[in-house]
C-alpha cells in the first residue's frame, strides 16, 4: 500500500495586486505651454494660408521667369580694380561695426550676467538694452545716421555696431554667468578690484567664447550689410540696389554672386582664426570647420608625423627642473610666437579696415550739434498720412510672413537637418550631402532671394514669405542637425539592440530627446523672421516694411519712429514668450 502524504495547507493570503507606480503630475506651466505651442502652430497655418502659396500659380508665373532670365542673359561684373574697392570697402565696414559692437558689448555684458552686475537694476537696465538693440532694425538706425552724417562709411559702421550689441552681449552675458568662479574668488580674496577680478578671473574663462561669438556676428553682419545699401550705405549692397532698380539684372546679379562667395569664404576663414588664434581643434560641423580639420589632418599626416611614430614606446624624459630665472621670464615658445602672430595679424586687419572706410573722425564731434534738429524729426510718432487700421494691419501681414515662414522652415529643416545629422543619415555621402546644401542656403542673404522671387512671382507676401523660408533652412536645418547629434547614444543603442530599424530609433529615441532644442530653435527662428520680415517689405516682400521704406523716402520720420515701436512691441512679446517656453520646458 502506498501512503500518501497531504501537502499541508497554508493560511496566507493571496498576494495583492502591485500598485501602479504614481504618476508624476504635469504642472499648469507645461500645460500652458503646450497649449501656446498648439496656438502658434494653429496661427501658423492659417497666416500659411492667408500670404496665398499658390503653387499652381507660381508654375503659371513661369513665363515672367523666362522674361527675366532673358533679360539677365549673361552675369555681368563691374571693372576688377571697382570690384575690389567695393569689396575691401564692405569688408572693412562690417568689420568695423562688428569690432564696435564687441567693444561696447563687454559692460553691457557684465552688468547683464548675474554674477558680475552691481545689482538687480543694473541686470534689468542691462538685459534691457540687450533686447532693445537687437529689435530696432539696423536699417533704421542706418536711416538715422545718413541724416546725421549724409552718405559714407560711417552710418553703416554704426548702424551694423549698434544693432549688434543686442546679440553679441547676451552671448557674452551668458558666458559670463557659465565660468568657474574659483579664480575670481581667490583674486577678491587676495583684495583685488573689480577690474583686477575681471580682467584675471573672468575674461580668460570667456575668451574662447567671445572670439567665437564675434566671428559669428561678423559673418551674419557681412550678410545683412546688403540691405543697408537700400538706405545709402556704401558698398556692394548699395551698388546691387542701383543695378536692379535700374533693371540691369545682369549686374545686379553679379554683386549678388560675389557676395556669396564672400559669405562662403567668411566661414572658412573664421573657422580658421578660431583654429589659429585658440589654439583648438574647431568642433562645428560647417563648411569652414570641416576644411579646416581637414587641413590640420594632412598637416599631421606629413614628415612630422614619422618623427612622433618614432617617438612611440619610449619612456618620457623627466622635465629639468626650472630655475628661478627661467620662471620670471615667459618663454618664446611654439604657442606663444602663435599667438604673438595672430594678434599682430587681427591688429594689421583691423587697421586695414579703418583705413580703407576713410572715417571722418571729425563729424563724430561736430554731430552732437544737429541730433536736436533730427529727433524732433523723428518725434512725437505718428502715423501722418496713413490711417492706423491699415498700419496695423501691415504689422499684422508682416508677423503672418514670419509665421508662415516659420513653419515652413521648420517642416523642411526637421527632414534637411536630420539627414545631416551623423547618427541618423543613412549613409556618410547623404550626410554630407545635406551639410553642404545647408551652408549653400545660409551664403545667400535673404534679401537677394526675395529681388528674384519678385522679380520671378511679383510684389506681395508671397515672395516674401518663401524667401525666409527657403534662407531660414540653412540656419535652422544647422542647429537641428547639432541639436539631433549631440543626443545622449544610450537610447539609441537600445534600441538598436533591440533590432528597431532607423526609422524606430529616430521617432524613438532621437527626435523625443531632441524636442527641447527644437522648441527653444524654432521660437528663435520666429523671432528672426520677425525682423527679416520688416526688411523684406523694403524691397518689395509685403508687410510693414513697404510702409517704413516709403516713410523715409518722404521724409515722414513721425512715421517711422511709429512703425519701429510696433516692431519694437512685437519684438519683445515674442522675445518673453520664448523665455518663459524655455523656463518652463527646461
Known amino acids: 500500500m502506498t501512503a500518501v502524504t497531504e501537502r499541508p495547507r497554508t493560511t496566507e493570503a493571496p498576494l495583492a495586486p502591485r500598485a501602479a507606480p504614481p504618476r508624476r503630475r504635469t504642472s499648469p506651466e507645461r500645460v500652458a505651454a503646450g497649449l501656446t505651442i498648439v496656438a502658434l502652430l494653429v496661427a501658423s497655418i492659417v497666416a500659411l494660408r492667408s500670404v496665398e502659396i499658390d503653387p499652381a500659380r507660381m508654375l503659371q508665373s513661369w513665363s515672367n521667369a523666362e522674361r527675366f532670365f532673358g533679360r539677365v542673359g549673361a552675369i555681368e561684373f563691374p571693372p576688377l580694380a571697382e570690384l575690389l574697392q567695393l569689396t575691401a570697402l564692405t569688408l572693412g565696414l562690417v568689420i568695423c561695426g562688428t569690432l564696435l559692437a564687441a567693444v561696447l558689448s563687454v559692460p553691457v555684458a557684465v552688468l547683464a550676467a548675474s554674477n558680475t552686475t552691481p545689482g538687480p537694476v543694473w541686470r534689468a537696465a542691462a538685459r534691457f538694452v540687450t533686447v532693445l538693440a537687437r529689435a530696432v532694425p539696423d536699417v533704421v538706425l542706418a536711416m538715422v545716421f545718413v541724416l ?60 574662447p567664447s567671445w572670439v567665437a561669438t564675434v566671428l559669428h556676428r561678423n559673418d551674419i553682419n557681412l550678410r545683412g550689410s546688403v540691405i543697408l545699401g537700400y538706405v545709402g550705405v556704401v558698398g556692394l549692397g548699395m551698388e546691387m540696389s542701383f543695378a536692379f532698380k535700374s533693371l540691369d539684372y545682369g549686374l545686379g546679379l553679379g554683386y549678388a554672386l560675389v557676395i556669396f562667395v564672400l559669405c562662403v569664404v567668411m566661414e572658412i576663414v573664421s573657422s580658421s582664426v578660431r583654429a589659429a588664434m585658440l589654439g583648438i581643434a574647431p568642433t562645428g560641423r560647417g563648411l569652414g570647420d570641416r576644411v579646416v580639420r581637414r587641413a590640420t589632418r594632412r598637416r599631421a599626416d606629413g614628415p612630422s608625423a614619422a618623427i612622433v611614430t618614432e617617438t612611440v614606446g619610449r619612456a618620457p624624459a623627466a622635465p629639468a627642473a626650472p630655475t628661478v630665472d627661467a620662471m620670471l621670464r615667459r618663454p618664446w615658445d611654439r604657442t606663444r610666437v602663435r599667438n604673438t602672430s595672430w594678434g599682430l595679424i587681427a591688429g594689421a586687419v583691423v587697421v586695414a579696415s579703418v583705413l580703407v572706410c576713410d572715417i571722418a573722425w571729425s563729424d563724430l564731434v561736430t554731430v552732437w550739434g544737429g541730433v536736436p534738429a533730427v529727433a524732433v524729426r523723428f518725434w512725437p510718432p505718428s502715423f501722418g498720412s496713413y490711417e492706423a487700421a491699415t498700419m496695423v494691419a501691415a504689422m499684422g501681414e508682416t508677423i503672418a510672413i514670419a509665421l508662415a515662414a516659420t513653419l515652413l522652415t521648420l517642416v523642411a529643416s526637421i527632414v534637411i537637418g536630420s539627414l545631416a545629422a551623423r547618427n541618423v543619415a543613412p549613409s556618410r555621402g547623404m550626410r554630407s550631402g545635406m551639410r553642404l546644401l545647408l551652408v549653400g542656403i545660409r551664403g545667400v542673404p535673404e534679401v537677394i532671394l526675395a529681388i528674384v522671387l519678385i522679380v520671378v512671382t511679383g510684389l506681395g507676401t508671397q515672395a516674401g514669405t518663401l524667401a525666409l523660408a527657403l534662407g531660414g533652412i540653412g540656419l535652422l536645418g544647422k542647429l537641428l542637425a547639432d541639436s539631433f547629434e549631440e543626443v545622449p547614444a544610450g537610447p539609441e543603442r537600445a534600441l538598436t539592440a533591440t533590432g528597431a530599424t532607423r526609422l524606430q530609433v529616430y521617432a524613438g529615441a532621437t527626435l523625443p530627446q531632441g524636442l527641447r532644442a527644437l522648441v527653444g530653435h524654432s521660437f528663435y527662428m520666429l523671432d528672426t523672421n520677425i525682423r527679416a520680415a520688416t526688411l523684406l517689405g523694403i524691397v518689395g516682400a509685403g508687410g510693414v516694411g513697404y510702409y517704413l521704406l516709403n516713410a523715409s523716402q518722404g521724409s515722414n520720420y513721425g512715421a517711422v519712429t511709429a512703425i519701429v515701436l510696433m516692431i519694437l512691441v512685437t519684438v519683445l512679446a515674442v522675445e518673453g514668450l520664448a523665455m518663459w517656453m524655455r523656463k518652463v520646458l527646461r
Do not use: Y
Not at 177 to 198: H, M, N, S, W, Y
Open 148 to 207: 546725421l552724417f549724409s552718405l559714407g562709411t560711417l552710418p553703416g559702421i554704426l548702424a551694423i555696431g549698434l544693432h549688434s550689441v543686442g546679440m553679441i552681449s547676451k552671448l557674452f552675458a551668458d558666458a559670463i554667468e557659465q565660468i568657474d568662479e574659483g579664480p575670481r574668488t581667490a583674486v577678491r580674496a587676495a583684495g583685488g578690484t573689480r577690474l583686477q577680478q575681471f580682467t584675471a578671473g573672468v575674461l580668460p574663462q570667456v575668451l
